[in-house]
């Protein structure tokens, strides 16, 4: 069903997409072919301005407190700025351009004070606080309650002095997280390393050859570039013979938002530390860490330290070994320098190839994006019944996007998914699962349009893009995510899809990649790019034999990046001018932290952390949804059927299509039986002693 308009947008002008009421397209997609930049402004404006029009009738309404009146109401307001908002920061992380970094910047701090000015109204505070809970189903005592939560952790119970700080660091943080984001994004699109002669492309096989062809192409260029995309960048650290470059390429690499002039984030990155820590004195807190925790499945910065502490000791062991098996290749090559970090990929493949026969490049042949597409959807099939029609003639807002109408057995619509797969200038790093429209049944019933975006390096026109294993994963572990909003079944916006716990929102993704490891899968999907024949039993029997191959070292990156954001929300006291690359260098230090290994995320260039504050004091989740998503995948094998009906259909139940009904220990519970332990995490890693 297309969306509804607040009656605010209709002072837009009439050719303005915002001013209508419903869009006309399919399935209520924005009509991105339509939107200008110089649209956003007037229509945030105009939506803003209906919102907070609503806010103050909610306020003001002389009727006692009820339910309906307060907490609905508050639930059915903003739809305009739902809209607007829902198109315009889609396409900044996935397609942005000069025009929209523009009004992003200026945009962010608007809707931060406006923001403050609701969750800060002591008015509309009282009459929430007023709401009684008895009568109440059990779906509306959950959004009463997470209304009270929003509200107290966004300062309704200061005083005026207290509120008015806190609003000024809420609009500040908007212009810093936007900020380090662009500043980021600036640094990754404009590096590119040349590879001017055959000496240059040493030891890069043809996918990567003609990746790094496609890369110059699209750059305007001639020959061969790297980029600073993962799917570039990393293949390259792999096979390239020439240290040099490799040197080169890494030092880029992981000084990102560290190269001085003004896209360097190290001051802005310190700015945030310093407000967070400052917010969370004012709310009561003794440090933003446990102001992060305190509405989580960990509940305190204690247990999120605990497991990573747990995992930290046998990952970093286990590297060590990995690291003298390295340093042992290097010596019998003749060589006589010490392992560093931009040699450690380059070697574990040649370690890798020695010790299970396999090679990347004939791995990558068996995995055509579009197969690897057709294997996450045959998995959803089986698992839920789902149906996915891919639709032609809609709007998108990229030629490279693709948009699948998802269905359910009987034909009744879920949703739509959009798959945005290719890396480009005008995109972000990294991939993520949002949302231009999210599932409720209040406002509508409205159906989900969800997107998954990647940043896969694109084949040449006419060839096919082949993905390494670890791209074919991404794919599953997004796809999981895209699920977790399509399948939501919930009444309530506030609940809907993956509006969830931090540490609770890994689960239905990391769970998912678990499907793709599975002969079954592989058999059917893992298919030679050229001759469609499948994957041959041998090759599919190494690789599943090299799934812990190296996972010292990933573990090892991934666990630093956690506790370097741990502490750095726990200890630093946030004073100004923190030198925030010497603190995590210290901390680094203290947890002896292995020199031929980097963190995965350095501060500079950490998004996940500082381009926003979803993850802050929060990157610890993944691991504590690995626990959570191992234990899971347990579930379908005890009951002997990785496709076992009766288990899927209470993973449907309490976790994918549950939303934020119940809390996640409940939730999960309710699949499992029981919560889980760490030893099923440490025998998938290959780190169980």
Known sequence: MPDSADAGLQSLPQDNPFHEAQWTTPFGLPPFERIRPAHYGPAFDAALAAHAAEIRAIAADPAPATFDNTVAAMERAGIALDRVAGVFYNLTGSHTNPDLQAIEREIGPKLARHGSAIYLNPQLWARISAVEAEGLDPEQRRVLDRYRIRFRRSGADLGADDKARIAEIAARMSELGTRFSQNLLAD???????????????GLPPFLRAAAASAARERGLDGHVITLSRSLIEPFLVFSTRRDLRARAYAAWTRRGE???????????????????????????????????????AASPEAATGLLRDVWTPARARAADERDRLQATIRAEGHDFDLQAHDWRHYAEKVRRAEHDLDESEIKAYLLLERMIQAAFDTATRLFGLTFEELSDVPRYHPDVRVWRVANPDGSEIGLFLGDYFARASKRSGAWMSAFRSQERLNGPITPIIVNVMNFAKAPAGESTLLSFDDARTLFHEFGHALHGLLSDVTYPILSGTAVSRDFVELPSQLYEHWLEQPEVLRTHARHHQTGAAMPDALLHKLLAARTFNQGFATVEYTASAIVDMTLHLSAEGEAGL???????????????PAEISMRHRTPHFAHIFSGDGYAAGYYSYLWSEVLDADAFDAFREAGDIFDPETAKRLRTFVYGAGNLR????????FRGRMPSLAPLLKKRGLAA
């Open 188 to 202: 990754e699109s404009s590096f590119t390393l040349p590879l001017e002669s055959e000496d240059d492309l040493a």
């Open 259 to 297: 190269t001085g002039g003004e896209t360097d984030n190290r001051a802005v990155s310190a700015e945030i530390v310093s407000l967070r820590a400052e917010r969370a004195r004012l709310l009561g807190y003794e440090s933003f860490a446990h102001f992060a925790l305190d509405d989580t499945m």
């Open 579 to 593: 030198d925030v690359p010497a603190f995590e260098a210290e901390a680094l230090r203290r947890i002896s932290m």
């Open 663 to 670: 809390d996640a220990r409940e939730a999960y519970t309710a």
